[in-house]
């Protein structure tokens, strides 16, 4: 199955990062991907953490959801929405209200434009290391469950994905969940800090892919947005074996696109049936 993977340097003008987003997602259909994975935040890197709640979408309808819906069946691709802001109860709260939040979900959605799938965000990143400060539990609520769906390939297999968002990259659990569920594929939409994403971005993707014996995706945020937060990009595909298929090792936007092999990983498995060894 041919997938790829988006990299996007977002800033606080939503328009002109869809106007981004549908470029790049126009070239991964023109390089042939069946499946095209959009960063975290592809829609909105705003100036203060709180500007997520003045585009707040009800799920289901909204400009940004109507842009996935129609980029998916135009281009005819799996397309997954990075992450965008859904609100956190039924219509649209106020969001002057100090403990208002919102989920930070990733939408499948399928070549017919349909949404599929919907995963919020599990983990919440905070940091602070005297420089950088961050708290994503200032503006968002936390997701309570997995989410997963099935593609089936011009490859004639049906691949299960697991869906994850950025931080839940450092919590090994959520993707054996999906390992157990039969996942071949897992998927990284992510807004890494340049400082975190320097010393464990492509160490921990290796790890998910390696331990669970299955391909992982990440798209990414890379380089200097708006707010003057830099992210370290390096939007990556990584193989059963741990092995880097592709990866975009400069800032700024950007296409990657790599054949995942269900051969490849069936020969991974085959030859260290790890899955099967487990005890726990």
Not at 146 to 162: C, L, Y
Request: charged letters at 20%.
């Amino acid at each position: 199955m041919k997938v790829a993977a988006l990299q996007m340097v977002s800033g606080s003008d939503v328009s002109a990062n869809l106007k981004e987003a549908k470029g790049l997602l126009q070239a991964a259909a023109q390089a042939g991907a069946e499946l095209a994975v959009l960063p975290e935040y592809f829609c909105l890197m705003g100036r203060r953490d709180a500007d997520k709640l003045a585009i707040q979408e009800p799920f289901g309808q909204g400009p940004i959801q109507q842009f996935l819906s129609q980029s998916a069946h135009e281009l005819g691709l799996w397309l997954v929405g990075g992450t965008l802001p859904i609100s956190a109860v039924p219509g649209l709260p106020d969001t002057a209200a100090p403990d208002a939040r919102v989920f930070n979900s990733s939408l499948v959605h399928a070549p017919s434009g349909q949404c599929v799938t919907r995963y919020d965000k599990m983990h919440l990143f905070r940091f602070d290391n005297g420089v950088e400060r961050y708290d994503e539990s200032l503006v968002l609520a936390a997701g309570q469950h997995p989410a997963r769906f099935d593609v089936t390939s011009v490859d004639g297999h049906t691949w299960r994905i697991g869906m994850s968002v950025c931080y839940d990259l450092r919590f090994p659990e959520l993707y054996r969940h999906y390992a157990q569920a039969g996942a071949h594929l897992m998927l990284v939409p992510a807004a890494f800090t340049y400082t975190t994403g320097h010393d464990h971005w492509e160490l921990l993707l290796r790890a998910r892919a390696v331990e669970n014996l299955s391909f992982v995706v990440a798209a990414a945020q890379g380089g200097l947005h708006d707010n003057q937060r830099r992210t370290w990009g390096h939007a990556m595909l990584v193989d059963p074996w741990g092995k880097v298929l592709a990866e975009r090792a400069q800032e700024g936007s950007g296409v990657l696109v790599a054949d995942l092999s269900w051969d490849l990983m069936q020969q991974c498995r085959s030859r260290l049936p790890a899955l099967e060894h487990r005890l726990l």
